[in-house]
Structure formats: structure tokens, C-alpha cells
T-cell receptor, first 114, second 115 residues
Framework: NAGVMQNPRHLVRRRGQEARLRCSPMKGHSHVYWYRQLPEEGLKFMVYLQKENIIDESGMPKERFSAEFPKEGPSILRIQQVVRGDSAAYFC????????????FGSGTRLTVV | GQQVMQIPQYQHVQEGEDFTTYCNSSTTLSNIQWYKQRPGGHPVFLIQLVKSGEVKKQKRLTFQFGEAKKNSSLHITATQTTDVGTYFCAGLRKAGGTSYGKLTFGQGTILTVHP
């Protein structure tokens, strides 16, 4: 039973380019969450999605960032016109019934903007 | 919005010493979860506490949930070098009678164990 799959593991983008981060949840999980982490810092919530629905995007910057979780295929976190401050590790997690089980995290995408 | 505070931010111990990290929420929680992240790795779920005053043990790790369901602690007895990493608490709040899926993470405690 594969865990949460994130790709790519490492992504280098020049300032102004677009970054697309992909996340396939665990089989049977319908909830997907994206978190951002800077070195030696905590996990900052970005967005919570279920299939075809954004449940909570209160942690997403209003500009340049968007997320989706289509009926078919992985969840996508998209960052347009990246800036150096976007460099971070982006973790995706999925869950089933959160009252009984924790999140399963993917290995993360390390984004570097040069 | 909900805030989860965790202290200390850093803890350096000698191998064999004990370690404790504390977590405090601004609101009453439905449950609290603990995660461990090894250096360069991703967070891994350790345990979930649901009941007021609950205490759970995993070998040398003891987890507690406060009576008011607003605070929690993780205690490691006789640390080993394999305990190195960042320990996060994460709170799940209730909304409208149901448990809302988003976890709010504490800032984490970075544990260093010197051999």
C-alpha cells in the first residue's frame, strides 16, 4: 500500500517561473493538506482539499498560489512567478477519518528559487 | 484563529537524560496528535490522544493530554541518539459539533542528543 507520493523531490526554478508540485494521497484517503516548512521552523498550513473542493485555504497567499484536487489525478499546488522567498519544503499529507488516524505525510518537495 | 504553542524550541541533552516538550492550545481541542520529523525527513505520526487526562506510553515515550484538553506533553525517558529530531504536537479542533479535519501544528521542539 503506497504512501503519499510527492513529486518532484527537488525543484529548482528561476525567479518569475512557475512551480507545480504534485501529491497523490494514500489509497482510500479523501482529504489532502498542504504545508510549507522553512529550515528549523514549524509546519505552516496552506490549504485543505477534498476531491474537487477547497475546504480551507486560509493559509494560502492571496496572489500567485493556487491548489486543486481534481476528480481524477493528483492534487497540484501551483506557484506562479516564483520569488526567492518561496524557497522552502512543501509537504503534502492525506488522511481518512481524522478523528481516528493521523496524517500520512509525503516526503516533500524542496523548492529552490534562484 | 486557533494557535498551538510549543516549548522549548530547542533542547540539547546528553544521552541517557530525560526530555520533555510541552504544547498549549488557545482553544479546547477535539484531539491532539504528536509527530516526529528526523533531520531531512518528513513528519511521521506517533500517537493521538482523545480523552481528557489521557496518558499513553510507547516504550520510553509518555504522552499526556490535559484535563481541559488544551495542553499536552511528551516525555522521553533515557534519551538515545535515535531520538534526535523535531517533535511536533498538532491540535484538531471541533467545529459545529464535528471534528474539522485541519490540524494546527505547534512550532516543534528540536531535540539534539549528545553521545
Amino acid at each position: 500500500n503506497a504512501g503519499v507520493m510527492q513529486n518532484p523531490r527537488h525543484l529548482v526554478r528561476r525567479r518569475g517561473q512557475e512551480a507545480r508540485l504534485r501529491c497523490s494521497p494514500m489509497k482510500g484517503h479523501s482529504h489532502v493538506y498542504w504545508y510549507r516548512q522553512l529550515p528549523e521552523e514549524g509546519l505552516k498550513f496552506m490549504v485543505y482539499l477534498q476531491k474537487e473542493n477547497i475546504i480551507d485555504e486560509s493559509g494560502m497567499p492571496k496572489e500567485r498560489f493556487s491548489a486543486e484536487f481534481p476528480k481524477e489525478g493528483p492534487s497540484i499546488l501551483r506557484i506562479q512567478q516564483v520569488v526567492r522567498g518561496d524557497s522552502a519544503a512543501y509537504f503534502c499529507a492525506s488522511s481518512g477519518d481524522i478523528t481516528n488516524y493521523g496524517y500520512t505525510f509525503g516526503s516533500g518537495t524542496r523548492l529552490t528559487v534562484v | 484563529g486557533q494557535q498551538v504553542m510549543q516549548i522549548p524550541q530547542y533542547q540539547h541533552v546528553q544521552e541517557g537524560e530525560d526530555f520533555t516538550t510541552y504544547c498549549n492550545s488557545s482553544t479546547t481541542l477535539s484531539n491532539i496528535q504528536w509527530y516526529k520529523q528526523r533531520p531531512g525527513g518528513h513528519p511521521v505520526f506517533l500517537i493521538q490522544l482523545v480523552k481528557s487526562g489521557e496518558v499513553k506510553k510507547q516504550k520510553r515515550l509518555t504522552f499526556q493530554f490535559g484535563e481541559a484538553k488544551k495542553n499536552s506533553s511528551l516525555h522521553i525517558t533515557a534519551t538515545q541518539t535515535t531520538d534526535v529530531g523535531t517533535y511536533f504536537c498538532a491540535g484538531l479542533r471541533k467545529a459545529g459539533g464535528t471534528s474539522y479535519g485541519k490540524l494546527t501544528f505547534g512550532q516543534g521542539t528540536i531535540l539534539t542528543v549528545h553521545p
